[in-house]
């Protein structure tokens, strides 16, 4: 297992919930919070691209497990060190954030949205986000461009989820969030992301499967 791509998935991955959580809990601009998410992205992408393929996300992991894109062994090390990132980030943007922190940028079903309309959001979304990446990043066909693409990708995604389910598409953005966050809810709704983001993962590896130049 590779420690130096193990570090840049912690660190990618808290760097995308103390900034991007951070962003949902100070700012009331959707575009803002958007904005963060798709940066950090496309930052991290490019800076550690090369080391671990930046996932910085269990939904893609998993999506990269299932097409064969990274083995069973740094499929699980990456999870775990992207889980305990989310949660690293979340903490230490509580503590600077401090009376401010309110919701923490948890990402929960708005009022009026069901458990099933969250589901199926959250697992188009995610699918969206790691077709993205098998046809920029995996297939190589977009080259220097692909960290463009999928961070472009996340910021639609946000736009269009965010009022309605906060747009997570990252069990990881969501759990790191809900352990501090003063949603009534934040916990109690965790699971439904831990299963809609890691399955449109798997659709879309499915779907580049099917589709891509053999």
């Known amino acids: 297992m590779n420690s130096k791509a193990l570090v840049a998935e912690f660190v990618g991955t808290f760097a995308l919930i103390f900034i ?11 575009v803002a919070v958007a904005l963060a998410h798709g940066f950090v992205v496309l ?3 490019y800076a550690f691209g090369s080391i671990s393929g930046t996932h910085i996300n269990p939904a893609v992991t998993i999506g990269l497990l299932v097409g064969g894109k990274i083995d069973i062994g740094n499929a699980i090390g990456y999870i775990v060190v992207q889980l305990l990132g989310g949660i690293a980030g979340a903490a230490v943007l509580n503590f ?13 079903p708005a009022a009026g949205v069901s458990v099933a309309q969250t589901f199926v959001l959250e697992v188009i979304l995610t699918f969206f986000l790691v077709n993205a990446i098998y046809f920029t ?9 692909a960290p463009i693409a999928i961070g472009l990708t996340l910021v639609f995604c946000i736009l269009m989820g965010g009022p ?5 598409l990252n069990p990881a953005r969501t759990l790191g969030p809900a352990l501090f966050s003063s949603a009534p809810n934040a916990m109690a709704t965790v699971w439904i992301y831990f299963l809609a983001c ?5 659709l879309a590896a499915l779907f ?7």
């Open 96 to 108: 600077v954030l401090g009376a401010q922190a309110g919701t923490l940028g948890a990402t929960v």
């Open 208 to 214: 580049y499967g099917a589709l891509k130049d053999k």
């Open 43 to 45: 930052g991290f992408a």
């Open 137 to 145: 990043a995996v297939s190589g066909k977009a080259g220097d461009f």
């Open 164 to 168: 309605l389910t906060g747009a997570s």
């Open 20 to 30: 991007g959580a951070g962003a949902g809990a100070i700012s009331g601009s959707l």
């Open 198 to 202: 890691p399955l449109g993962g798997v």
